[in-house]
């Protein structure tokens, strides 16, 4: 596959705070990449180094170019969305769809408003008198008409009911994804983007403490829940986890083969939620 970002060494320093502590990964073409992490763990500013938005030192590449000095190219073939209420509440809808037809090169006009289309939002309505699910659909409309080869979503959820975040995540999936189209995406609600995702980072203090595909994650974690008479001699493996719910005792492991775990209890798969509380942990000791 082709690499759409690869980084090696990325280091950033806010004085004495290493943001970014000598980190090293890839982004592969068509993968839907979960970067995932506690508040001040590096995510946003990774992703402002790999939008151009910030000094760095190390090695960085989108797309075979350098966004330190590159920035108006990689842009070209990438769109960003953060919080949805950065639109500016005084313009009208059309208004926001003729400003990025203005600005973008890759936007198509036609297909914003076939989206809109099938939405209660109208285009002679004012931002400001939308509700924030409809600025949303807006927002999207915007980002789906760009033929971006990198979508780079930062909390984009944030402040959504339920719904809407469903709504938002099935859009993207079965309206903009194609498969060969990149997604980066932070987000603290991990739960309801682990359908979604093909790869998995955690970031913790700077550093990079997991980067695994979906499908490497079932073959390396495995979560037992252990029969009462043999917690003691399962302990003895070294879980980087351990936790009780509802009176049973829950193991984590990592790296040890499945069938070591026979006869010890219930083994599956951990959720992402759980496996980042277990890393995290595991990464402060």
């Not at 990774?46 to 842009?75: C, H, N, S, Y």
């Not at 973008?104 to 297909?111: A, G, L």
């Amino acid at each position: 596959m082709t690499q759409l970002v690869s980084a090696r060494g990325l280091t950033k320093n806010y004085g004495d705070l290493k943001a970014l502590n000598d980190v090293s990964f890839n982004i592969e073409e068509g993968r839907i990449v979960g970067l995932i992490g506690p508040n001040g763990a590096g995510k946003t500013t990774a992703l402002k180094a790999i939008l151009g938005l910030t000094k760095f030192d190390g090695e960085l590449e989108v797309m075979g170019l350098d966004p330190r000095r590159q920035r108006a190219e990689v842009m070209q073939h990438v769109c960003f969305i953060a919080d949805v209420a950065v639109l500016p509440r005084w313009m009208r809808v059309s208004q926001a769809l003729y400003l990025v037809e203005q600005v973008h090169p890759r936007f198509d006009r036609s297909k914003a408003e076939e989206f809109l289309g099938r939405t209660d939002v109208r285009l002679k309505s004012k931002i400001s008198s939308l509700s924030k699910g409809m600025v949303t659909q807006l927002h999207l409309a915007l980002v789906m008409a760009i033929d971006a080869r990198l979508l780079v979503l930062d909390e984009p959820t944030l402040g959504l009911d339920i719904l809407f975040r469903k709504e938002f995540y099935r859009l993207l999936l079965n309206d903009y994804f194609d498969g060969k189209r990149t997604i980066l995406i932070t987000t603290h609600q991990v739960e309801e983007i682990e359908h979604l995702l093909t790869d998995l980072m955690f970031v913790n203090q700077g550093k990079l403490v997991l980067n695994s595909s979906m499908d490497e994650l079932a073959e390396r974690y495995a979560e037992v829940a252990v029969h009462p008479d043999k917690v003691n001699e399962l302990r003895e493996l070294g879980p980087i986890s351990e936790q009780q719910s509802f009176g049973r005792t829950i193991m984590l492991f990592e790296d040890k083969p499945r069938d070591r775990f026979k006869g010890y209890g219930e083994v599956r798969t951990p959720n992402i939620a759980d496996l980042f509380v277990a890393k995290m942990k595991a990464t402060r000791k």
